[in-house]
């Protein structure tokens, strides 16, 4: 595969990984496209983290090909490399913030590395992104362990926006949260993809989440990718590897909960799609 089609932001073709005699994946095949909002799910073991890291060059595949953007990672050199990752945002699962540095510094931490702006520019530019996830400008004052769950969530998605990337990778956004606090978050992404059209890549259990605000996800188990569709088409197959995801309680719960909305905009204009 030496080509992206114009439409995806990332291709991957047979990935295979490997740890020791434990297979990871093998021969994973995925297309994600540009401006959606894609997930991946899994049991435990399944290779979900390991499949987002890969994407995000933490770590390498055995064999077969991983495009982003455009270029493919296995062939980039260190500074090609450095280009690419400042077009991309990550939110890792516990927020990665560093805990000496006030959230404002944080938030200002790539801009001070990857540009020559000067202080103030960067302080005014921490102080709009952290807007664009719902926090006021005070919070930038604040370190990270005085912030609440959905908060630290919010500050860390401020980080992961401060380069203005084209693409956005989220590990369990919403693990720890509460019901609203999670709900919020859930708005928060949908909003981002619409107002900044990003793509949106995410590794989640998260069952409402996958329910309001995803446009498809990747089931994976047993080394593959098992289906690729909407929760709407996830729902309805018959694969038991996709089934068990809504068997459980948690599982019917949310799916009466998202057909309940059908019909109508399940976020009011935030969450809504763009055409």
Known sequence: MTDLNNA?????????KRYGEHIVHSGINL?????????????????????????????????GTIMVLGQQLGQLNEQQAMALKKRWGVVFQHGGLFGSLTVRENIGLPLREHSAMDDVLIDEIADWKLSLTGLKADVGGQYPSELSGGMLKRASLARALALDPELLFLDEPTAGLDPESAAEIDELVCRLRNQNGLTVVMVTHDLDLLWQVSDRIAVLADGKVQ?????????????????????????RAAQ???????????HGSIASKPK
């Open 31 to 63: 297309s994600i496209r540009k401006a959606e909002i894609f997930a991946l799910i899994g049991g435990s073991g399944s290779g979900k983290s390991t499949l987002l890291n890969e994407m995000i060059m933490l770590q390498r595949p055995d064999s």
């Open 256 to 266: 009466t909960q998202a057909q309940r909305l059908t019909g109508s905009d399940k």
């Open 227 to 251: 289906a690729v569709g909407s929760m709407q088409e996830l729902a309805a197959s018959d694969n038991p590897a996709v089934k068990h995801f809504f068997d459980g309680p948690r599982g």
């Open 8 to 16: 995806n932001a990332i291709e991957m073709d047979a990935v295979c």
